[in-house]
């Protein structure tokens, strides 16, 4: 050893002394949380939102609450809702006991993570943007590529997936969250048995099923309060429903709260950056001889099949690129957007469609420039942020604010030339197809 490294390993070990006087200091430091709100804070945050756990959550249609939402086999009981609130919160459910639903759903930050992609075990990152969960036991399919057909099957997903939660199996989730005696007694009165692996997805959709949010001004203005959005927002409704066509996907109404149609559209987010056609061919050859949702999940994870969507899942030639129309709730406070967190704020949404989005030869029929003046768009931005609950309109305003700023700054995905259509996007999509990677 030299003099040098001397000096280095003696500051190491210098500094190895000093982390461990300052845990035992501040011994009540939490864990690395993955720039999550530690848990307890979280769920006083969860606590102050007053959630209604009986009861048909308002804003909600009861007969298709009770048809379609809840399944027969998992009827929502105070018992199954608490056990699910105390896993979504348990860091046991993941490998190294850093990470919960609630790292990469935080309650404070719109029950997502604030990334562009999500950070788990062994902090690594995946490839895609964390949705939020707040309502989203509504949508008919889970994920932005809708590979989960439940809330159920959902849940049961990241705890096993290696970059996410990372337990190796079932049984060794079930043996850790089974350190905790009292899971033995919450799961009895939940659902009559043991600790279960299956269980654990029961009672962690039943916790979800409480987290409705659909109490926003927009529904205070459409139920006849002509004062409960500004005159640029309801300037926004019409463009919403008119020249800017969102509704023909985002259809927003009593029996479609969420301002989603279900379906997958390839909307040319994806396309910045991707060569369809080699990377579908790599995706029918990863699923040539079929994947389960275990193997779907870590392509859509951890792979750059990823950028595939829906085609994944269906192998449709029409999947290209495609994903799920995002719900529009809360749109306001769970920036960044899209699959892939890659626009900032809503400006950056709408300067994207105003364009006719990143042309490609799976672009979906609906998307074309739309020619919306600057204060077209700011009247259209202004309504969606008139779709968060009122329970948070704290940080809805504070988030206008934030967005607001970046965007007098920087539009990096404005394209006057194309949404004026002052050049037709074919001609891009001409030179892309050629330019080829
Ligand atoms: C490491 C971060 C991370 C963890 C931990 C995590 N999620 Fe997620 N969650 C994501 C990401 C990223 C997606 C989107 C993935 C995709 O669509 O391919 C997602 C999607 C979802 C969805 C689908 C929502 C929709 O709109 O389709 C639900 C519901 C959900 N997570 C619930 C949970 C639950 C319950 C847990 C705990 C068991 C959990 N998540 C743990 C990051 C995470
Ligand atoms: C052809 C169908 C279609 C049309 C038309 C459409 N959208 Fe979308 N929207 C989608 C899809 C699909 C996604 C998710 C795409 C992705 O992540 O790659 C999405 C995502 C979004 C998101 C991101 C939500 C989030 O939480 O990440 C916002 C906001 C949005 N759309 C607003 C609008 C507005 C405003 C309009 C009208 C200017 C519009 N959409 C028109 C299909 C559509």
């Not at 500004?230 to 996907?249: D, E, M, N």
């Not at 129309?325 to 300067?351: C, F």
Request: a negative charge.
């Amino acid at each position: 050893m030299n003099k040098t490294q001397v000096r280095l390993a003696s500051a190491a070990v210098l500094g190895f002394l000093a982390a461990a006087a300052g845990s035992a200091l501040f011994a009540a430091t939490p864990p690395d949380t993955h720039g999550a709100l530690d848990a307890a804070a979280q769920q006083q945050r969860l606590d102050a939102l007053h959630i209604p756990t009986t009861g048909v959550p308002p804003g909600v249609d009861p007969v298709a609450w009770a048809s379609i939402y809840v399944p027969a086999d998992n009827q929502q009981t105070p018992e199954r809702i608490a056990l699910g609130r105390k896993l979504y919160f348990d860091t046991h459910l993941s490998r190294d006991g850093t990470v919960s639903c609630a790292t990469c759903h935080d309650v404070s930050r719109g029950f997502t993570d604030r990334r562009n992609v999500s950070e788990g075990v062994g902090d690594k990152l995946g490839r895609r943007s964390a949705p939020t969960v707040m309502n989203a036991v509504l949508f008919q399919t889970m994920f932005w590529d809708g590979r989960a057909p439940t809330p159920e099957e959902q849940a049961k997903l990241p705890i096993l997936n290696p970059i996410e939660m990372g337990h190796p199996d079932k049984a060794s989730a079930v043996a850790a969250i089974s350190a905790d005696p009292s899971y033995v007694g919450m799961f009895q009165k939940a659902y009559g048995r043991a600790p279960n692996y299956d269980d654990i997805g029961r009672a962690l959709a039943s916790f979800e099923r409480t987290l409705i949010f659909l109490d926003a001004p927009f529904d205070k203005y459409v139920a006849g309060d002509s004062n409960a959005i500004s005159p640029a927002a309801q300037r926004g409704l019409v463009l919403f429903g008119g020249k800017a066509r969102c509704v023909s996907c985002h259809m927003l109404n009593g029996s479609n709260p969420l301002g989603t149609d279900n379906l997958f559209h390839n909307i040319g987010v994806s396309a910045r950056t991707q060569n369809f056609e080699a990377l579908a061919r790599k995706g029918l050859e990863a699923t040539k001889s079929g994947a389960d949702e275990q193997a779907l999940d870590k392509l859509a994870l951890e792979t750059d099949l990823s950028e595939l969507g829906r085609f994944i899942t269906t192998r449709n030639r029409s999947d290209i690129g495609a994903f799920k129309t995002e719900q529009l709730r809360n749109v306001g406070i769970t920036a960044p957007y899209m699959h892939d967190g890659s626009l900032r704020t809503l400006w950056d949404v709408v300067d994207h469609y105003n364009k006719g989005g990143e042309t490609n030869p799976y672009l979906d029929g609906g998307i074309e420039p739309l020619n919306l003046s600057e204060a077209e768009i700011d009247d259209l931005v202004a309504f969606l942020f008139t779709l968060t609950d009122s329970r948070f309109a704290a940080e809805n305003t504070a988030a206008y604010q934030e967005q607001h700023a970046l965007a007098a700054k920087q539009r990096p995905f404005r394209d006057d030339a194309l949404a004026h259509r002052q050049v037709l996007p074919f001609e891009t999509r001409v030179v892309g197809a050629a330019g080829l990677k």
